[in-house]
């Protein structure tokens, strides 16, 4: 048998040449899926020289030495390098909210006709009431021109003229019993012409008291840091006209883009004990367009007004919850010194509270019975009978959007 071939040293050389490829292409494909795995799948040729695979790597020789290692900082001592992180602050807390504004409310105010006045003047005309007209906000409509200058409009010879006069000085009687805003929109504002209406304006400034009323004015009442707007209705050329619907809306949009609550005062309706239901349609009285009080008034509210407060009928009337707002349609009279008729029903009247969120929403609300007696000055009534009147009058005239009025006096919104 032929012994085999021997192989030339060159050949084992070459043979264990290729045998180190090989084991170092595994290696350096082992590594590269080490690294690829490791490295988010973002690839290894970026890893190599000139773009170079490790195969390539592996085809063109030895490869080359790896870069010194550097040392990672343990992670605490990276952070005490670092500057302290600032400390986590709660997130800021919303600021408190508005209080509520209270508003008092009350009807038709004859402080007399010169020269039959109360003895004591408007002082002892309000002085049994005055503890209880406190509040942001207290509005009456005053059916009384101040002055001492103007000259009578209906003639001394009318008998029919019904004028109310009284000094100037009365704004100061007003103004120490509580009011803070005064209607003059209303039919007897301007008895006394233009001379007896800004002599009644000039006093009443004066006294500090604000007036409501006149074709495109709006009374603003700042209650700490809440906005309250009082817009003032009649159906007289001297006043904000009541019959113009689209007017009266422009400005109640306007009073409320510049306040947080808007008050609407209204002397409206037909007058006298006949009148004490309110129906809709339009009112007259005396041949006078006297306006539509219910179509008025849902109007406002629907342009903005948060509260509307009705005078004229001399006569209480029904409360109605319209929107989420009340409307009380006449609060009667609250003075009148040998003016207006004050037995049976022109004598029975209250004081309207209504307190108010800072926007306009319903807090709460209450009646407080009033009755004139004598010579027409107001006093708390203890029989309490204004209650029993406007509750039965609201739940007839507007059934399920009557506002409830409790025994005592408490105004709820409707069931």
Not at 58 to 87: D, F, I, R, Y
Not at 158 to 183: M, W
Not at 204 to 226: C, F, M, N, S
Not at 301 to 324: K, Q, S
Request: hydrophobic content about 45%; glycine content about 12%; overall charge positive.
């Amino acid at each position: 048998m032929a012994a085999p071939p021997t192989r030339s040293a060159e050949e084992l050389r070459a043979r264990r040449e290729a045998r180190r490829r090989r084991v170092r292409r595994r290696r350096l494909g082992a590594l590269a899926l080490l690294l690829a795995l490791g490295g988010g799948g973002g690839g290894t040729a970026a890893l190599w020289p000139g773009g170079s695979s490790p195969a390539a790597v592996a085809e063109s020789g030895p490869a080359p030495a790896p870069p010194p290692a550097t040392t990672k900082a343990p992670a605490a001592t990276v952070a005490e390098t670092l500057p302290p992180a600032p400390p986590l602050l709660p997130p800021p807390e919303p600021p408190p909210p508005l209080p509520p504004i209270a508003i008092a409310a009350v009807g038709d105010i004859a402080a007399g006709d010169s020269p039959s006045l109360p003895r004591g003047g408007a002082r002892a005309l309000f002085a049994r009431v005055r503890p209880l007209l406190g509040a942001d906000v207290v509005l009456g409509n005053l059916e009384t021109a101040l002055t001492e200058t103007g000259v009578q409009q209906c003639g001394p010879r009318n008998r029919s003229c019904f004028s109310f006069r009284a000094p100037p000085s009365y704004a100061r009687g007003l103004a120490d019993a509580g009011f803070t805003v005064l209607n003059l929109a209303n039919n007897h504002a301007f008895d006394f012409g233009r001379a007896g209406l800004l002599d009644t304006i000039a006093a009443l400034k004066d006294a500090g008291v604000r007036q409501t009323g006149r074709p495109g004015q709006i009374a603003y009442v700042r209650v700490g840091k809440t906005r309250v707007a009082v817009v003032g209705f009649a159906p007289n050329d001297w006043a904000q006209d009541l019959l113009d619907l689209d007017a009266a809306r422009s400005l109640v949009r306007r009073a409320a883009k510049r306040a947080d609550v808007v008050v609407v005062t209204m002397h409206a309706g037909a007058e006298g004990s006949r009148y004490a239901h309110v129906r809709p349609g339009m009112e007259a009285f005396l041949g006078e367009a006297r306006g539509d009080p219910v179509r008025f008034a849902h109007a406002v509210v629907r342009a903005g007004a948060d509260l509307v407060v009705g005078h004229g009928p001399h006569v209480l009337r029904g409360i109605e919850w319209y929107r989420g707002r009340l409307i009380a349609y006449s609060l009667g009279n609250f003075a009148s010194y040998r003016n207006f008729d004050v037995t049976g029903a022109g004598g029975v009247s209250a004081i309207l509270y209504v307190t108010l969120h800072a926007d306009g929403t319903w807090v709460d609300g209450r009646l407080v019975p009033i009755r004139l007696a004598g010579t027409g000055a107001p006093a708390r009534d203890a029989d309490g009978a204004a209650l029993g009147v406007v509750r039965s009058l609201s739940r007839e005239d507007f059934g399920r959007r009557a506002v409830r009025v409790s025994l005592d006096g408490d105004l709820r919104p409707p069931l």
